[in-house]
């Protein structure tokens, strides 16, 4: 069966027990990572005052994130997000993007996926966004406002406060992995369904289409939901109102 | 078959070596990235506003250049257009004036002209009656020497003729 695929697991790296690695993830967070490079550098190569064809389009997502900055805090102080916003949307829609139009299995072994249908991948960029927002709020507002803002409007509110940082984090990372993998499991199973036959082929192609369509508007989607819901948590760490 | 997939999915765990790998090759990709790419294309599209927002002030300050110039130009136009009728006006006035004068001194002219012919007929006039009273004395004389003969002196005879014809000169005038 197509599903009973496992994981390239490589363990104990220089002989640490908890340093393991499964090197499908390894491989396609180094291709996303190269194919975003290499689309971003393409896109500024030769910059005109007087922009065509590639380098509108690069301008066109670099205002799109900059709304959503502006839209969450003050420009002026939204001005340092946006290379992080834009690099965030770039790498999580291209990595969305790898596991929809193929997945290889070799040797039992699933290599070719989505890096962001791991839980490994996308609670690594969260707990990231979120640590970043902690240092921008010490940086911004000093320590002391820093502290300040988990006691505000009121001192009961304390533990809460300090759980929704916890709850933030890992619901930012499980909602991008829930997706993409639920994603990648049903076209895993559609696809095991047109292997299975004439009758299953003829059966499963057009919902293979269809939620390949909808697994593209999902991986914009949820970049879009990822970078924009990292701008709000900034904005709650770095803005005096909200 | 589901249960099968999730499991897959969430026996491998939450691995180390993959979240180290992730974050360096996305601070990485991030540095890299905006040294690149995002800081010139920043860059291009800050300076793009700039120079646009030059270009409208700049226009800006054209028109307004423009239509001071405008101003001054109608201004201008209408101070030529009132010295134009300023001078028309004087030279209306002063070509009247000379007419009125020529039209007197050829008027002066004339009547100095009619004066001078009116006294010079009357001094020729004055002089033929002059002459024709001599002749006609003389004439009559000679004409009553030769009717009367011997009764009168020369003398005497003139002078009555000149009475009777000073008379008659004064009923005839």
Redesign the interface.
């Known amino acids: 069966?197509i599903?009973?695929?496992?994981?390239p697991?490589?363990e104990d790296?220089f002989g640490i027990s908890?340093?393991?690695?499964?090197l499908s993830?390894?491989m396609m967070?180094?291709v996303s990572?190269l194919i975003?490079?290499i689309i971003?550098?393409i896109?500024?190569r030769k910059?005109?005052?007087k922009?065509s064809g590639f380098?509108n389009f690069?301008?066109w997502i670099?205002d799109f994130v900059r709304g959503m900055v502006s839209s969450t805090m003050d420009w002026k102080t939204g001005k340092q997000f946006?290379?992080?916003g834009?690099?965030l949307l770039?790498?999580i829609f291209i990595g969305n993007l790898l596991g929809i139009m193929f997945m290889v299995v070799y040797d039992g072994d699933l290599w070719w996926k989505s890096?962001t249908?791991?839980?490994?991948?996308t609670?690594?960029?969260a707990v990231?966004v979120v640590a970043l927002t902690h240092y921008y709020g010490i940086k911004l507002k000093g320590g002391k406002g820093y502290v300040k803002d988990f006691f505000t409007p009121v001192p009961l509110l304390f533990p809460l406060k300090i759980i929704e940082e916890f709850a933030n984090t890992l619901t930012l990372g499980m909602r991008l992995y829930g997706n993409m993998?639920a994603g990648e499991?049903l076209l895993?199973?559609l696809i095991?369904l047109m292997a299975s036959g004439t009758l299953g082929f003829v059966g499963g192609i057009v919902p293979t289409i269809a939620w390949q369509g909808f697994k593209l508007f999902i991986a914009a989607i949820q970049a879009f939901i990822f970078v924009m819901l990292t701008m709000v948590y900034m904005s709650h760490k770095v803005s005096d109102d909200h | 078959m589901l249960d099968q997939a999730l499991i897959i999915g969430a026996a491998n765990g939450l691995l180390f070596g993959d979240m180290i790998i992730q974050l360096i090759t996305f601070i990485i990709l991030l540095a890299l990235i905006t040294k690149f790419a995002w800081k010139p294309l920043m860059n291009v599209m800050q300076e793009r506003e700039q120079h646009i927002a030059s270009e409208i002030d700049q226009a800006e300050q054209s028109n307004q250049e423009a239509k001071r110039l405008m101003n001054e130009a109608n201004d201008e136009l209408k101070n030529t257009r009132q010295n134009a009728q300023q001078i028309i006006d004087d030279a209306n006035e002063t070509a009247k004036n000379q007419q009125a004068d020529l039209i007197k001194a050829a008027k002066e002219e004339a009547a100095r002209i009619k004066e001078n012919a009116r006294l010079e007929i009357e001094q020729e006039r004055d002089k033929a009656i002059q002459a024709l009273q001599t002749q006609v004395g003389s004439l009559s004389v000679q004409i009553a020497s030769k009717v009367i003969e011997k009764e009168l002196s020369e003398t005497e005879q003139e002078k009555l003729i000149n009475d009777y014809l000073e008379k008659v000169g004064e009923d005839n005038e």
């Open positions: 069966m599903l009973d695929h496992g994981a697991i490589y790296l908890w340093l393991d690695f499964n993830n390894v967070v180094l990572s975003v490079l971003a550098i896109g500024s910059l005109q005052r922009p380098q690069m301008e670099v946006l290379p992080l834009l690099t770039f790498y890096p249908a791991d839980p490994s991948i609670l690594t960029l990231m993998f499991v895993t199973l095991g």
